[in-house]
């Protein structure tokens, strides 16, 4: 599991000691990510299966993609589609994908990367795996959050950042036993790159065998901790945890997560993706590639997309692998 790593966590900014008045968010819900598939075919465990709107908000849906290993001629993508009223965020963590939209905005993106698209008013895109990698196949593996946008940021015009995974600002825990890349936010002072409308937190989270992390976290914020490898326990209460769980906090103001000293031979740490944001607190109307606040929008958002009105697929487009 490549993404961005370092030979010496040592030298990195170090997490403070927290402190024995800390309030730690004990766990609200345990709920295991069902298997399915996406696009034209490729594997997904869906994260937020079983979780109420409510302590996901502000955030709508996630697919772990992967992890697989490809043969030649196996690697698939999504086709060209639409989206509004929300932002995707795909988060490359080992093999290679492209990305093209309807306004110009793409690229291509590998181990820790991600493609940030703020769907807004609306737009056409497309995610593929390029040629050469469907010709030899290879690792995927991966993660792609939506992330709601509030009522007055629905229509605004959309927007696309591409953040390399070296510009994640990198940390590690008091004892060393940690690598935090944070992606957007703000954890203990040290803020990622992501721009973000609606205030999130998105770190990647690599703990060692036998190791504990205190990670202070926003008290306005929800906490949502996604197990990507590995196994071990989380909250206060220790509730053990392994691959392809979420769990949902409670209140308070810091997120206690170990690592089992034991792991599988294959796996050689534990891997989290955390995540947490300021809750929107507004009606929410979600289907398909859309996310509004009423039924009557998310009609309008289908009659727009029938009529051309969320953009058209560009000349010299991504082609479409079937």
Excluded: C
């Excluded at 110009?104 to 991600?114: L, Q, V």
């Excluded at 306005?220 to 909250?235: E, F, I, P, S």
């Excluded at 949902?248 to 534990?270: F, K, L, T, W, Y």
């Amino acid at each position: 599991m490549p993404a961005i790593t370092v030979d010496d966590v040592l030298v990195l900014p170090r997490l403070p000691q927290l402190g024995e008045g800390t309030d730690f968010r004990s766990v609200r819900r345990l709920t295991t990510a069902p298997s399915g598939y996406e696009g034209e075919g490729f594997p997904v465990r869906r994260a937020f299966a079983g979780v109420p709107m409510n302590e996901l908000d502000p955030f709508i849906h996630l697919d772990q993609m992967g992890e697989v290993d490809y043969a030649p001629g196996e690697p698939k993508g999504t086709p060209w589609h639409p989206h509004r009223g929300f932002e995707t965020v795909t988060y490359m963590i080992d093999g290679i994908m492209d990305h093209q939209d309807s306004l110009g905005g793409g690229g291509t993106i590998t181990n820790g990367d991600t493609q940030w698209m703020t769907a807004g008013q609306g737009i056409l895109h497309i995610e593929a795996p390029p040629e050469h990698l469907v010709t030899s196949g290879g690792l995927f593996h991966g993660l792609q959050l939506w992330v709601n946008l509030p009522r007055a940021a629905k229509m605004i015009t959309p927007k696309y950042q591409d953040i390399r995974g070296r510009e994640s600002a990198l940390l590690t825990s008091p004892d060393g036993g940690s690598l935090i890349r944070i992606i957007a936010g703000e954890v203990a002072g040290h803020a990622g790159p992501g721009s973000t409308f609606t205030p999130i937190n998105l770190a990647h989270v690599t703990l060692q065998p036998g190791a504990r992390l205190d990670l202070p976290w926003q008290p306005d914020y929800n906490a949502l901790v996604y197990v990507l490898a590995g196994r071990g326990t989380v909250g206060v209460e220790r509730r053990p945890i392994q691959m392809g769980q979420l769990a949902a906090h409670g209140a308070g103001d810091a997120i206690r997560v170990e690592a089992d000293p034991a792991q599988d031979s294959n796996i050689p740490a534990m891997e989290l993706f955390v995540m947490g944001g300021r809750p929107i607190r507004e009606p929410v109307a979600h289907y398909g590639p859309f996310v509004m606040n009423t039924r009557e929008e998310l009609a309008q958002a289908f009659e727009d997309f029938k009529k051309g009105r969320l953009g058209v697929v560009p000349a010299g487009r991504l082609p479409h692998t079937d």
